[in-house]
């Protein structure tokens, strides 16, 4: 046997399905936000170049013709991270920062360039005054603007830290009051005695479980159905089953008080009479009691109603000769119907198994199958004593046999037909012989 499958947890389930769901979401945020506020920053931060050399160039004076080489003091801690040159005609340095190297920051003249200055990378911004005197470029460390990327990121993750164990909390405490009538619901069944088949009560339980509670009532409604069938029928059975027993003692206690051969040879053909019915009774219990959903392992195929037909009048055709009743079966192509066909060809023995039963001596049953739009249909008539409207309804029923018949019989076999009929959604007609005499049974698939 397989390894029995482990249950798992509903609330640990939606707990890491909802926290993992928010965390990748606060992830994806953060990135995005985070390059989009890169994004922002570098523009943000040119722009700040640009106007520190509209700046510069702006209060430039003659004085610089006279200076060789000055360097402006740093004011601050972060000075180190943005330098600034100025270049008169571009070719000789006359001011820039005391970071500032001194070589040009980038051969570019003019706009925005990148460039590495002793394995530092940097951007820098050059400008020209209005008379394209002096150059002046402006550079910034482009590691100063990863460090506020990463703060900005730092501030954007760090909150998720502290908030995903608060959330999951919550979560928890949401998911556990909500499958809360959930566990009542199990509790209720758990807590439920064997034989307890009523409906469960759906007072406050959530929408969702709703269908789960109602499907469980159609469950316990069919199980009690099923055991109050099973209980009637083996009452039934147990009954009909002491009958043939019972004579089968008595006539065995004839034949062994017998005075002469005649009366032990009469005793003993009603013994054998009487083994023949109980045998019979016993096969069609068995027969029923497959006769359920479970035990159908096979799937249904095409099968021919016609041949099924004739293959059943073989069979029985040995007792209809005995009992001098002639069967016909009506000339018909293949009918075709979707079906169990062992099944099929059981209520069709039953069928006329019963119609030569009850039909007297020289009288003909005659077997029809026939075909129609959507439907297929298969017809028994006898020519016997019929069965009166009012008892129809009745002769379906397990075990009932019309009063003042004097056939042998277990009264299973409409049963069985009808069992047999429901599992394949045909109806079961039964309505007077030709010409007002005997019995006709109809048998409609729907195809």
Same mark, same amino acid.
């Given at each position: 046997?397989?390894?029995?499958?482990?249950?798992?947890?509903?609330?640990?389930?939606?707990?890491?399905?909802?926290?993992?769901?928010?965390?990748?979401? !606060?992830?994806?945020?953060?990135?995005?936000?985070?390059?989009?506020?890169?994004?922002?920053?570098?523009?943000?931060?040119?722009?700040?170049?640009?106007?520190?050399?509209?700046?510069?160039?702006?209060?430039?004076?003659?004085?610089?013709?006279?200076?060789?080489?000055?360097?402006?003091?740093?004011?601050?801690?972060?000075?180190?991270?943005?330098?600034?040159?100025? !270049?008169?005609?571009?070719?000789?340095?006359?001011?820039?920062?005391?970071?500032?190297?001194?070589?040009?920051?980038?051969?570019?003249?003019?706009?925005?360039?990148?460039?590495?200055?002793? &394995?530092?990378?940097?951007?820098?911004?050059?400008?020209?005054?209005?008379?394209?005197?002096?150059?002046?470029?402006?550079?910034?460390?482009?590691?100063?603007?990863?460090?506020?990327?990463?703060?900005?990121?730092?501030?954007?993750?760090?909150?998720?830290?502290?908030?995903?164990?608060?959330?999951?909390?919550?979560?928890?405490?949401?998911?556990?009051?909500?499958?809360?009538?959930?566990?009542?619901?199990?509790?209720?069944?758990?807590?439920? /005695?064997?034989?307890?088949?009523?409906?469960?009560?759906?007072?406050?339980?959530?929408?969702?479980?709703?269908?789960?509670?109602?499907?469980?009532?159609?469950?316990?409604?069919?199980?009690?159905?099923?055991?109050?069938?099973?209980?009637?029928?083996?009452?039934?059975?147990?009954? /009909?089953?002491?009958?043939?027993?019972?004579?089968?003692?008595?006539?065995?206690?004839?034949?062994?008080?017998?005075?002469?051969?005649?009366?032990?040879?009469?005793?003993?053909?009603?013994?054998?009479?009487? $083994?023949?019915?109980?045998?019979?009774?016993?096969?069609?219990?068995?027969?029923?009691?497959?006769?359920?959903?479970?035990?159908?392992?096979?799937?249904?195929?095409? $099968?021919?109603?016609?041949?099924?037909?004739?293959?059943?009048?073989?069979?029985?055709?040995?007792?209809?000769?005995?009992?001098?009743?002639?069967?016909?079966?009506?000339?018909?192509? $293949?009918?075709?119907?979707? &079906?169990?066909?062992?099944?099929?060809?059981?209520?069709?023995?039953?069928?006329?198994?019963?119609?030569?039963?009850?039909?007297?001596?020289?009288?003909?049953?005659?077997?029809?199958?026939?075909?129609?739009?959507?439907?297929?249909?298969?017809?028994?008539?006898?020519?016997?004593?019929?069965?009166?409207?009012?008892?129809?309804?009745?002769?379906?029923?397990?075990?009932?046999?019309?009063?003042?018949?004097?056939?042998?019989?277990?009264?299973?076999?409409?049963?069985?037909?009808?069992?047999?009929?429901?599992?394949?959604?045909?109806?079961?007609?039964?309505?007077?012989?030709?010409? &007002?005499?005997?019995?006709?049974?109809?048998?409609?698939?729907?195809?």
């Amino acid at each position: 046997m397989g390894e029995k499958a482990r249950a798992f947890s509903l609330k640990r389930q939606l707990l890491v399905a909802l926290l993992g769901s928010i965390t990748l979401a !606060w992830l994806a945020t953060a990135v995005f936000s985070y390059f989009d506020a890169r994004h922002e920053l570098d523009e943000l931060l040119d722009a700040h170049l640009a106007q520190s050399a509209s700046l510069l160039v702006a209060q430039m004076g003659h004085e610089l013709e006279e200076i060789d080489v000055e360097q402006a003091p740093q004011l601050h801690k972060r000075g180190r991270y943005a330098v600034f040159q100025v !270049w008169e005609r571009g070719a000789t340095l006359r001011l820039r920062s005391v970071s500032a190297p001194a070589e040009r920051l980038s051969r570019r003249d003019e706009g925005y360039s990148d460039a590495v200055i002793a &394995g530092k990378r940097w951007r820098i911004f050059s400008g020209w005054d209005h008379q394209r005197r002096y150059l002046v470029q402006i550079g910034e460390r482009v590691e100063a603007r990863e460090e506020i990327a990463a703060s900005i990121a730092k501030n954007l993750l760090l909150p998720l830290l502290f908030a995903l164990p608060a959330l999951g909390l919550l979560v928890w405490l949401n998911v556990a009051r909500g499958l809360r009538p959930l566990a009542a619901l199990g509790r209720q069944v758990a807590q439920r /005695e064997p034989g307890n088949l009523i409906a469960l009560e759906a007072v406050g339980v959530p929408a969702e479980v709703v269908p789960l509670v109602a499907s469980l009532n159609r469950l316990f409604g069919r199980v009690s159905e099923l055991i109050g069938n099973e209980r009637r029928f083996t009452a039934d059975a147990s009954h /009909e089953l002491r009958t043939p027993l019972a004579a089968l003692r008595t006539q065995a206690q004839v034949a062994r008080a017998a005075a002469n051969d005649a009366e032990r040879y009469h005793a003993l053909d009603n013994v054998i009479a009487g $083994c023949d019915r109980a045998t019979h009774l016993v096969e069609q219990l068995l027969t029923l009691a497959r006769l359920e959903p479970e035990q159908l392992r096979d799937e249904k195929n095409r $099968c021919d109603l016609h041949a099924l037909a004739s293959a059943a009048i073989a069979e029985v055709a040995p007792m209809a000769l005995s009992r001098n009743v002639e069967i016909e079966l009506a000339e018909s192509r $293949c009918v075709e119907i979707q &079906g169990y066909p062992g099944l099929i060809a059981i209520a069709l023995r039953n069928l006329i198994d019963n119609a030569v039963r009850y039909s007297p001596g020289g009288s003909i049953v005659h077997v029809e199958t026939a075909s129609s739009k959507g439907a297929a249909t298969l017809t028994v008539v006898d020519q016997g004593p019929g069965i009166a409207p009012e008892d129809r309804n009745k002769v379906g029923e397990r075990f009932y046999r019309i009063l003042g018949s004097d056939e042998m019989g277990s009264g299973l076999g409409l049963s069985i037909v009808k069992r047999i009929a429901e599992l394949h959604g045909a109806k079961v007609s039964l309505s007077e012989g030709d010409r &007002g005499k005997g019995l006709r049974v109809t048998v409609t698939f729907t195809r």
